[in-house]
């Protein structure tokens, strides 16, 4: 009987060992940690339930016969973050440089349909060379496999995905229909085809921190939601996340303790609107006073940043919030800020989240760079995210919303459930000066004529009482007063329920 138990142990140690001492010191040299380390850090501790531990590859191409290390480059299982149950899988760079078999495959494939059966959220830390390159076709399956269980676990628990490493080819595609990827600066990189293939096919030279870094997918192409300093941020920031999301579609968020008056004033806010219209100012302010405890978490951060969004907590349950951010560009809409806002409207629709949207929005970024590339169709996306989403949305104006950016931003005739403007609130189809230009094209000359008209056009439509009186807005609120009014509102709507009409599935203008 000892002896079996021996065995065992022994067995246990040597899939723990991975690639061996001298791969995981490489690891460690580069600045990242091991795909067991990093399970442990993601994970509550002593929480890891392993599974697979001896699966081994089947593969004997290439001499690899002799060599099929336990575990074949992936360590996969539960745990608990925080309490609450995830499934995980972690690659090891050190056994094949993390590469992905057609056992590696099946190993993350039983994670997530566990996690689909269960309802508990996957975790995927990414830190490999692509498909097994020794196992040809099988590999190729192998990926596909996993990409179809991205799709179908989509919208029913979230995932999220760490680049811990190099990610290319194929490989980035289960990362990218993930719900939120975290990368860490300078050890993450993603991309279709690595710097030498650019340079044959396209004849450009790139670095891989050019072509596919942390900084390039936060900044540039959006494919990443966050990036972080080393992989210890990056697992921590996962957690804190983790903490805002139901664990499936058929679950609330978790409420967690708050210790933040829900009936806080806030008189600071009354002030936060500056004399000048076309003076910006920090939105981020107004959201850290609504939030509990000033808690914000912000999503893409870097990407589009004339909108915000992340997660707050209300009386402990989370909300989504998407806010335009005066700061930059005025807080336009355009092409990339519909996209990034439409995304995140949809996660919050899909996983019962209820979205809070801040509203100082100019109207849509005019100009040839904007109509040839798509605003028409990236700002419908918005558009078509808030209309069918049927979460609890409460909208609170705060100084602009003119033209369609008025309808877009969870605007009452988009089935808005509280619509609230501060008195400071100019809701138009345009600024005073743009209109008064068209409507009154033959004055243009006579300064006096048209500093009346404009007058006259900022006392008729700059303010929330035209949009009040036709029921459109709800209250002209108080600023200092907003935290306690926008959470009575989504108190009031926790036992909301709205569908829409039955379709297989709608098709929102990608
Ligand atoms: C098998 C691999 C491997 C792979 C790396 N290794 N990638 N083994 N298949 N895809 C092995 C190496 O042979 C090496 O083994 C060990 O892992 C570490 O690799 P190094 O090259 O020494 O490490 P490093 O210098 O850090 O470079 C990492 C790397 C590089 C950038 C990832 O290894 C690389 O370019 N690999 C190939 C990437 C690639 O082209 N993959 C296929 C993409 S196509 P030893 O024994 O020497 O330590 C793809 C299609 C998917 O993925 C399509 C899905 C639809």
Redesign the pocket.
């Known amino acids: 009987m000892n002896g079996i138990l021996q065995e065992l142990e022994a067995r246990r140690g040597a899939a723990r060992a991975g690639?061996g001492a001298a791969?995981v010191a490489a690891q460690h040299a580069?600045g990242k940690l091991t795909a067991r380390e990093r399970v442990e850090l993601l994970l509550d501790e002593g929480s890891f339930e392993e599974f697979d531990m001896f699966v081994a590859h089947r593969c004997t191409d290439f001499g690899m016969g002799d060599s099929r290390p336990a575990g074949d480059g992936v360590v996969t299982g539960w745990g608990t973050v925080n309490g609450r149950m995830v499934y995980v899988f972690s690659q090891d760079?050190t056994v094949?440089?993390?590469?992905?078999s057609e056992t590696h495959a099946q190993k993350i494939c039983k994670i997530m349909d566990m996690a689909m059966q269960n309802g508990a959220p996957v975790v995927g830390i990414n830190d490999?060379?692509?498909?097994?390159?020794?196992e040809g076709v099988a590999?190729?399956a192998g990926?596909?496999e996993v990409?179809q269980r991205n799709v179908l676990a989509s919208g029913v628990v979230p995932q999220i995905s760490l680049i811990m490493?190099?990610c290319?080819?194929?490989?980035v595609?289960s990362p990218a229909m993930t719900d939120f990827i975290f990368m860490v600066k300078d050890s993450s990189y993603m991309f279709v085809t690595?710097p030498d293939v650019v340079k044959t096919v396209t004849n450009e030279v790139v670095s891989a921190e050019d072509l596919g870094g942390a900084s390039t997918h936060t900044r540039k192409s959006s494919v990443a939601d966050g990036a972080f300093e080393n992989d210890v941020e990056a697992l921590a920031e996962a957690r804190r996340l983790i903490d805002f999301l139901p664990s499936s579609n058929r679950e609330k968020p978790p409420v967690r303790p708050f210790f933040d008056d829900i009936t806080r004033i806030e008189p600071s806010l009354d002030t936060l609107i500056p004399a000048n219209a076309n003076t910006p100012y920090d939105m981020r302010e107004l959201i850290a006073k609504i939030a509990d405890e000033g808690d914000f978490f912000e999503i893409q951060s870097e990407f589009a940043r004339n909108i915000l969004t992340g997660f707050i907590r209300l009386e402990g349950s989370t909300v989504g919030v998407v806010a335009n951010q005066p700061l930059v560009l005025a807080g336009v809409l355009d092409i990339d800020s519909s996209r990034k806002a439409a995304r995140f409207v949809r996660f919050c629709d899909a996983f019962e989240i209820p979205i809070l949207t801040l509203v100082d929005v100019p109207g849509f970024m005019p100009g040839t760079a904007q109509e040839h590339g798509g605003v028409i169709k990236h700002g419908a996306k918005l558009l078509f995210a808030y209309g069918e989403a049927t979460v609890p949305k409460v909208t609170v104006i705060t100084r602009k919303a003119y033209g369609g950016a008025y309808d877009v931003m969870s605007s009452k005739h988009l089935r808005g459930d509280f619509n609230y403007a501060w008195p400071t609130a100019e809701i138009a189809v345009m600024g005073s000066k743009g209109a008064v230009e068209i409507l009154y094209r033959g004055e243009a000359g006579d300064a006096e004529k048209v500093a009346a008209r404009t007058r006259d056009y900022e006392a008729r439509f700059a303010n929330p009482f035209v949009a009040a009186e036709r029921g459109f807005i709800d209250e002209v609120i108080m600023p200092r007063s907003t935290r306690a009014r926008v959470c009575r509102a989504f108190a009031s709507l926790r036992g909301k329920r709205l569908s829409n009409p039955w379709k297989k599935h709608d098709n929102i203008p990608l």
């Open positions: 690639g791969r580069k760079f094949f440089g993390g590469s992905l490999s060379g692509g498909a097994r390159i020794q590999s190729l990926y596909a990409f490493g190099p290319a080819g194929g490989a595609y690595g």
